[in-house]
């Protein structure tokens, strides 16, 4: 496997520090988390709100939201630039 370097290296291994979630996520988040990772886009205003009735707060539901979005655009990205 070759790595590629851009410009961009710097920003990229400070933005992969500063998107690890402070701990692992509730197991109440799984299912959720899962859908942010694998299908985005179908991640509804209900999903959120059946984790605020499962006693999460909305902090950390964006926290963990962000991580796990950011992590799946690394991995992306890692396997974009593996393949090139």
């Known amino acids: ?13 400070e933005l992969r ?5 402070g701990g692992t996520a509730p197991e109440a988040m799984a299912a959720y988390l899962d ?10 205003d209900a999903d959120v709100e059946a984790l605020k009735a499962a006693g999460l707060s909305e902090d950390e ?3 963990q939201t962000v991580a796990t979005a950011v992590g799946a655009g690394l991995e ?5 630039l593996a393949a090139l």
């Open 76 to 80: 992306r990205l890692d396997a974009g």
């Open 17 to 21: 520090e500063a998107a690890q979630p």
């Open 35 to 44: 859908k942010v990772r694998l299908s985005a886009p179908t991640v509804t």
């Open 61 to 63: 539901i964006f926290e």
């Open 1 to 13: 496997m070759t790595s590629v370097e851009t410009r961009y290296d710097a920003l990229i291994a």
